[in-house]
């Protein structure tokens, strides 16, 4: 309906002008000359500041309502009658607004200035617009009261008044009552208006779907029981205002309210009794951040349809009532800090929608409810400081998307359960209970695991060597009754791993540092180790077997060339290239070659062993999409050779080589300057493959070896090697993944177990070269001593006091430490375990680009 509206209507007003010029002629035969709508509406904008052009094109050559921002309605009865929209929000405006002249524009019926910088008071002369419909001021820089005559003066017609995220002061002005039941959205948000409301406002705006007065911190007012006379009332935001006093029992009458935010204020007393039983409506109750007390009145659980639950921060006692745990659309309740008793029921387990869970900071007590973990949309679930008992149930994190876990500081008991299916969990909190045993070895295996404290309990055992696999940011086991040797890189990454207060612990830097005589299990252990290590090297020769074979051992089936540039280059040559001396790259998916051809060009070419049987047709249409893209920051693609079992792709050859070539060299000697350029280009590579080209393209494989650099004099990166599932299918993509471990830091961690890749995957994967610019370092470093992957080297460091001095790249002047610290921030947003803390390619780009600019000012 929209986009017919907006293709038909020029048309409509290609045949009007007749119409609309002979009004004048008529108007000028009258006494007083009637100005136009155009003239009025140039004389408006006259007064205005347009710095940025947006109103260059209103002008006397083109009808008024096809100038941009104006938008003309014939009326469905008669069609002279024209209503019209200006829509002048977000256009950077300023200057002085000329009211008495846009007024006068006939019909005009919707007036938007928000989001500008007029930095004025509110014009008085709005009050003259009488056909308004809607007025929206909002966030446009207006101070100063609201002045009486204004508000009264505001034409009957009104639905929808704006005003909200101005410096407006004073009172609300009473006169706006005068709006009566026409007004159905009334906003004054996040202002600074003051003093008491009048219940007058209340009485009469009966029609009010829509009333907002959140953040004007310095009203001072009880909640006017008025309020329950708007009885159509669907939303009600009065969040951070500084109201006092009880809710009224007159609130019990908004049947109508889909929204209720009464958080962060002064109110107290207890909840009406009965609040709730007629909110069939209701999808979000706030209270939270008040002083309410007393129980919590049996009602709520009445409202059918709520989703979120929030009396976080009160002085509530008693217990919930029993049927808000079972909701059926229930997603958040949050109960934290405040005197909550009685035991946690049981969640419709299978049924419940629940995602999170915060109790913390009560007195609930009894054990936990066994149905948490069958809850498949649980992500957070967190009863600390409570007086919970009994063990930890078997399935505590079965669901899904559990990512947080916080039940520190109860009276747990028994041993925690081996946690297999945690995929997600990010944040597991046990400590102060009395939890023994060992810790489990399957800890070690969740992909994402990186806070744990288990501290103060009363643990036994080693620590697991595997929880090495983890890219940690804490690990605290202090005060439990552990023993045994650390593993290595555990202590090395000190002080991120909180060990004390377990005297049986041992290794190198602790007060005990292991070194006792070899004893028989020992040796025992060593040749348990030698056995699989021989046992992994057969599998790995018999692997490495099985793709030899599968490259060399059998000769090419027919193949297919396809150049989508005029190359001089034939499939034979191709084959005949793949030799061992001509590659330049190796890596998961193959090697690369570097082939001249016959007059001298060089081409890259990819060669990619894919059992997934693409087809042809399947892989031509793919390369078709790919080899489209054109863009400064892509490497072209510029033809392919498809036989059955693999495809091999050909690229530009650049002659700098990668990345990654120069950050392995003896000394990594580029400025910070040109790194951050490299890092600008290959994020304005990705912005165009997520965003400006259709179709999307994910890379997915996104490394500093895949990072090219073009030009001998200038720095411009190129990225290559994107798209890689599109023609060897998802299946080898994901099962070949792994197998380079050298490049195995760049993959983001929910690679493993999310079944959609996401552009915030590539985000990630381009954080940690955005790591190694910053540092200097390679992404893995095997050989070297200090051997874990980039990612988690900068997570040990980065919360040390002198952590960034130990991060950034020595080499690199201090002049720079401002830009690489700010760098270094975003990298490590982009390395975000959870991928909804990662920022979106398109931000990254921005603000490297304000890094750029800054390092490059004089
Ligand atoms: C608003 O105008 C006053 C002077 O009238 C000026 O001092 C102030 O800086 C202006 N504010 C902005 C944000 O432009
Ligand atoms: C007023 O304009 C702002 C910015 O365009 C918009 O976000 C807001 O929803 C508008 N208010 C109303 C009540 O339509
Ligand atoms: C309330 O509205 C009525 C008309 O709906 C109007 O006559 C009356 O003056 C209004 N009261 C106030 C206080 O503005
Ligand atoms: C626990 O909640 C009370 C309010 O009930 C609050 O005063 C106290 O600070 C909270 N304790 C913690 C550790 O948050
Ligand atoms: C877990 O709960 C404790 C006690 O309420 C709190 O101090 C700690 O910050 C919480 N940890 C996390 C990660 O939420
Ligand atoms: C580790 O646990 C101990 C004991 O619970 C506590 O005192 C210490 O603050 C914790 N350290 C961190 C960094 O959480």
Redesign the pocket.
Known sequence: MATAAAYCLPLFLLLLPPLIIAAPSAAAAGPELQPQPQDLLLSFKAALRDPSGALASWSLSTPYCNWPHITCTASSSSSSVVSIAVSLQGLGLSGDIDAASLCRVPGLSHLSLASNAFNTTVPLQLSRCASLVSLNLSSAAFWGPLPEQLAAGLPPSLASLDLSGNDIEGPVP??L??L??ALQVLDLGRNRLSGVLHP?LF??LTGLHYLDLSGNQFLESPLPPELGKMGNLRWLFLQGSGFTGAIPETFLALEQLEALDLSMNGLTGAIPRGFGRKFQKLLSLDLSRNGFSGPFPDGVEKCVMLQRFQVHDNAFTGELPAGLWSLPDLQVIRAENNRFSGRLPEFPGEVSRLEQVQVDNNSFSGGLPLTIGMIRTMYRFSASLNKLSGVLPDNLCDSPVMSIINISHNALSGSIPEFRNCKRLVSLHLSSNGLTGPIPTSLGALPVLTYIDLSSNGLTGAIPANLQNLKLALLNVSYNRLSGPVPQELISGLPAVFLQGNPGLCGPGLSNNCVVPLRKHRWLALAATVASFITGAMLLAIGAFAVYRRLYGKRPSPWKLVLFQPIKITGEELFSAFHDKNVIGRGAFGNVYLIVLQDGQKVAVKRLVCSDKLTFRQVKSEMNVLAKIRHKNIAKITGFCYSEGEVSVIYEYFQKGSLQDMIYAPKFTLGWKDRLKIALGVAQGLVYLHHDYTPRVLHRDLKSSNVLLANEFEIEPRVAGFGIPCFVGEKVYRSSLYSDVNQKCYIAPEENFTKNPTNLMDVYSFGVILLELVTGRPAEQLASKDSSDIVRWVRRRINLVDGASQILDPNISHTAQQGMQAALELAVRCTSVKPDQRPDITEVFRLLQALYFSATMP
């Open positions: 009473p006169g009552a005068a009566g039941a007058a009485r009469n």
